[in-house]
């Protein structure tokens, strides 16, 4: 069986599209983030965490965990708070490019791979109405960086370099040929 660690429906939404048979059990682990690593180091260590925490529970089973976080001027910008740190987090976005990184582990039992991508992404010149109205669709809430580029987000998206899915918070074609190790 086919275990993802995560409760991001977006996560689940790619694996299912993908045709793999999968049921979710979230980590339940406290995320804290060791600033003094690097950036790759980071997503890796998470994913890990939380791949380790769901794998204990299920040593014969395959887990898939992951960690996405956005990163400008070597700053980590997470979830937002609430709508005012939502704004921030635009605006400081607009015009200016930013790294996703996203770190994946994928364990069973003893066995454990894991890797991250990264993707650059440019945001077009946001107006304060336009971060405003984007903030009311409650859309930038649950995501790091405060947008989802495959939804409403997307229209802030200027341009990106590097894997579309690394940006979602699942890179999808390192998944499967990683999955396809344990097999």
């Not at 605006?91 to 890797?115: C, D, P, R």
């Not at 336009?130 to 341009?159: C, F, H, M, N, W």
């Amino acid at each position: 069986m086919i275990i993802l660690a995560s409760s991001s429906p977006r996560r689940a939404k790619l694996l299912k599209d993908a045709g793999i048979e999968f049921v979710v059990e979230p980590s339940d682990i406290e995320e804290v983030i060791d600033e003094h690593l690097e950036p790759k180091d980071i997503v890796i260590d998470l994913a890990k965490q939380k791949a380790q925490a769901v794998s204990l529970k299920h040593p014969d089973d395959i887990v898939i965990a992951a960690d996405t976080i956005v990163v400008f001027n070597r700053e980590i910008l997470g979830k937002p708070k609430d709508e005012a740190h939502a704004y921030e987090m635009l605006k400081m976005l607009s015009s200016e490019q930013h790294q996703v990184y996203t770190g994946v582990a994928i364990q069973k039992g003893e066995k454990i791979n894991s890797f991250y991508t990264r993707a650059d992404v440019l945001m077009k010149q946001l107006s304060d109405l336009e971060i405003k109205e984007y903030i009311q669709t409650k859309e930038p809430l649950d995501k790091a960086g405060a947008y989802g580029i495959q939804g409403l987000g997307s229209k802030l998206v200027e341009r990106y370099q590097g894997d579309f899915f690394t940006i979602v918070g699942l890179p999808l074609k390192d998944v499967i040929a990683n999955l396809n190790t344990f097999n």
